[in-house]
């Protein structure tokens, strides 16, 4: 009888308990599903301007080589998608940063040949066919609009603009038969609910916040120079005068960036992925080999766990640059050239750096983020993917981490120094993820990641759409681990 009796009690109990557990269960997938109506519902309401699916930058460009200046004509199509009647635009010319000796972001050491200006003027604007009248503010131009653009019209942009490129060893610059130029063109800023996101000038990280657009660009250079730039080369035509003329277009790029190079070699490799090409200094062209194998089992990994990569190729050059050990931009990278050396896949340092200039493909380029107001986002998913890379694939012992927090709310006017901005949005940033993997694991960050990317692939994120995710995937409530992180 008490047999009996034990025995009805445990299967009363196990009853409750599987009850309980489907409740439990249930609710969590009750909160996801909600949630992600939810998100839904608000992404329908959330506007973006410029919209990648209505904005075209046709560039026709000229690169005088004698005079470093680039002479360019862009007529930029897009739609108001913004949701409010535009009265002005915002345009970012961020080759006015260095207009001034003292202000120039660029280290006093990258002057090889001391100060040289860098500067771009527009010289006229036609918003919709009409002479519009603009004013210079720092790096950024104001348009002014004769008459209010209405959500949904269309406008058309036609700008005549000329740019000074300085003699420096910068990501904007020269040296020795290589123009690097980042962010040579007036770039229309992101207008989000958040008001317009202009750029700046800072001497460490990316002061800007660019929207995906689609690029044609015809660019003529003098015929030693072999221009390497973001997106597809269409044609190449030689024309009198020993002038070539580049065809390139690329679709759903954050930004183009182009280097005109004299005396270089290109180092050419496949997978099932992309087409990679490495640019290296002729005489230093042997060791990009390593630089390739190494660059295309970095694009595997991160195919693999993130999302496919966006394009068919992947473009590497070794430049002349001080300030940046890397630059990333649309399906290319920047790498300073002292990382070419015998042995690079030996040096953990260079990988790294490959590793996360790699992952700025997903993490910048896909989903796009405040680079000025929250450069953790970008720059923490880098250096984690880059640790994921280097640990998963290549075995290396975990590396040190940031122990505690730091104030990840710093936007780059809030940073005092480069070993603040470094300590912030890198490692800070870095180690806000591996904590979410301590929590969550690894497999968990995974899903989160990938959901963040189908979620804001070529839109701009903010922290709270991220920790939106966060929460939705995970199934969990983590207000005070993120409120640990952030000290306002
Ligand atoms: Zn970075």
Same mark, same amino acid.
């Not at 006017?413 to 969550?440: C, H, N, P, V, W």
């Given at each position: 009888?008490?047999?009996?009796?034990?025995?009805?009690?445990?299967?009363? /109990?196990?009853?409750?308990?599987?009850?309980?557990?489907?409740?439990?269960?249930?609710?969590?997938?009750?909160?996801?599903? !909600?949630?992600?109506?939810? @998100?839904?519902?608000?992404?329908?309401?959330?506007?973006?301007?410029?919209?990648? =699916?209505?904005?075209?930058?046709?560039?026709?460009?000229?690169?005088?080589?004698?005079?470093?200046?680039? *002479?360019?004509?862009?007529?930029?199509?897009?739609?108001?998608?913004?949701?409010?009647?535009?009265?002005?635009? @915002?345009?970012?010319?961020? $080759?006015?940063?260095?207009?001034?000796?003292?202000?120039? $972001?660029?280290?006093? !050491?990258?002057?090889?040949?001391?100060?040289?200006?860098?500067?771009?003027?527009?010289?006229?604007?036609?918003?919709?066919?009409?002479?519009?009248?603009?004013?210079?503010? =720092?790096?950024?131009?104001?348009?002014?609009?004769? !008459?209010?653009?209405?959500?949904?019209?269309?406008?058309?942009?036609?700008?005549?603009?000329?740019?000074?490129? $300085?003699?420096? +060893?910068?990501?904007?610059?020269?040296?020795?038969?290589?123009?690097?130029?980042?962010?040579?063109?007036?770039?229309?800023?992101?207008?989000?609910?958040?008001?317009?996101?202009?750029? /700046?000038?800072?001497?460490?990280?990316?002061?800007?916040?660019? $929207?995906?657009?689609?690029?044609?660009?015809?660019?003529?250079?003098?015929?030693?120079?072999?221009?390497?730039?973001?997106?597809?080369?269409?044609?190449?035509?030689?024309?009198?005068? %020993?002038?070539?003329? *580049?065809?390139?277009?690329?679709?759903?790029?954050?930004?183009?960036?182009?280097?005109?190079?004299?005396?270089?070699?290109?180092?050419?490799?496949?997978?099932?992925?992309?087409?990679?090409?490495?640019?290296?200094?002729?005489?230093?062209?042997?060791?990009?080999?390593?630089?390739?194998?190494?660059?295309? +089992?970095?694009?595997?990994?991160?195919?693999?766990?993130?999302?496919?990569?966006?394009?068919?190729?992947?473009?590497?050059?070794?430049?002349?640059?001080?300030?940046?050990?890397?630059?990333?931009?649309?399906?290319?990278?920047?790498?300073?050239?002292?990382?070419? %050396?015998?042995?690079?896949?030996?040096?953990?340092?260079?990988?790294?750096?490959?590793?996360?200039?790699?992952?700025?493909?997903?993490?910048?380029?896909?989903?796009?983020?405040? %680079?000025?107001?929250?450069?953790?986002?970008?720059?923490?998913?880098?250096?984690?993917?880059?640790?994921?890379?280097?640990?998963?694939?290549?075995?290396?012992?975990?590396?040190?981490?940031?122990?505690?927090?730091?104030?990840?709310?710093?936007?780059?006017?809030?940073?005092?120094?480069?070993?603040? *901005?470094?300590?912030?949005?890198?490692?800070?940033?870095?180690?806000?993820?591996?904590?979410?993997?301590?929590?969550?694991?690894?497999?968990?960050?995974?899903?989160?990641?990938? +959901?963040?990317?189908?979620?804001?692939?070529?839109?701009?994120?903010?922290?709270?759409?991220?920790?939106?995710?966060?929460?939705?995937?995970?199934?969990?409530?983590?207000?005070?681990?993120?409120?640990?992180?952030?000290?306002?």
């Amino acid at each position: 009888m008490r047999g009996k009796m034990l025995w009805a009690a445990a299967i009363i /109990a196990g009853v409750i308990c599987a009850a309980c557990f489907l409740y439990w269960d249930r609710n969590i997938l009750l909160g996801k599903e !909600e949630k992600a109506l939810a @998100w839904e519902q608000e992404a329908e309401n959330r506007r973006l301007f410029p919209h990648p =699916d209505s904005t075209w930058y046709d560039m026709e460009l000229t690169l005088d080589a004698a005079s470093g200046i680039i *002479y360019g004509h862009t007529f930029l199509t897009t739609r108001n998608t913004s949701g409010k009647a535009l009265k002005e635009l @915002w345009f970012t010319a961020y $080759p006015n940063a260095f207009k001034d000796k003292k202000r120039t $972001p660029a280290p006093r !050491e990258a002057y090889y040949a001391g100060f040289d200006e860098g500067w771009l003027k527009v010289e006229k604007i036609r918003v919709n066919g009409i002479t519009s009248v603009f004013v210079e503010k =720092d790096v950024n131009i104001l348009v002014i609009l004769l !008459e209010e653009m209405q959500e949904g019209e269309d406008i058309k942009i036609e700008m005549e603009w000329k740019a000074k490129v $300085p003699k420096a +060893s910068y990501r904007y610059g020269y040296k020795e038969g290589v123009f690097m130029l980042s962010y040579f063109y007036p770039m229309l800023n992101v207008l989000s609910e958040k008001g317009w996101h202009k750029g /700046a000038n800072y001497p460490w990280g990316e002061p800007f916040c660019l $929207p995906t657009a689609n690029y044609r660009v015809k660019i003529t250079v003098p015929a030693p120079y072999e221009v390497v730039a973001t997106g597809k080369e269409i044609g190449t035509i030689m024309r009198k005068g %020993q002038n070539k003329e *580049y065809h390139l277009e690329g679709r759903n790029i954050r930004d183009f960036c182009l280097a005109a190079l004299v005396g270089y070699q290109k180092i050419e490799g496949r997978n099932r992925i992309a087409d990679i090409k490495v640019w290296a200094p002729k005489e230093r062209a042997f060791w990009a080999k390593e630089v390739l194998t190494e660059a295309s +089992s970095i694009l595997l990994f991160y195919s693999a766990v993130f999302c496919s990569y966006p394009y068919d190729d992947f473009k590497i050059v070794f430049v002349p640059m001080q300030g940046f050990e890397g630059m990333e931009y649309s399906g290319l990278i920047f790498l300073q050239e002292r990382f070419l %050396q015998p042995g690079f896949a030996d040096n953990k340092k260079a990988v790294f750096i490959l590793a996360h200039e790699i992952a700025h493909q997903w993490w910048y380029n896909l989903v796009g983020n405040d %680079q000025m107001a929250e450069p953790w986002l970008d720059e923490g998913l880098a250096d984690f993917s880059a640790y994921k890379y280097m640990t998963g694939v290549r075995g290396e012992k975990a590396l040190d981490r940031l122990q505690g927090t730091v104030n990840l709310g710093k936007g780059l006017k809030d940073m005092a120094s480069r070993k603040d *901005y470094y300590q912030t949005a890198y490692y800070g940033g870095e180690a806000f993820f591996a904590g979410l993997e301590e929590m969550l694991g690894e497999e968990m960050v995974y899903n989160i990641l990938r +959901s963040y990317l189908a979620h804001y692939k070529y839109d701009i994120a903010s922290r709270e759409d991220l920790f939106y995710i966060i929460e939705m995937e995970s199934g969990k409530k983590l207000d005070a681990y993120f409120a640990s992180w952030f000290k306002e």
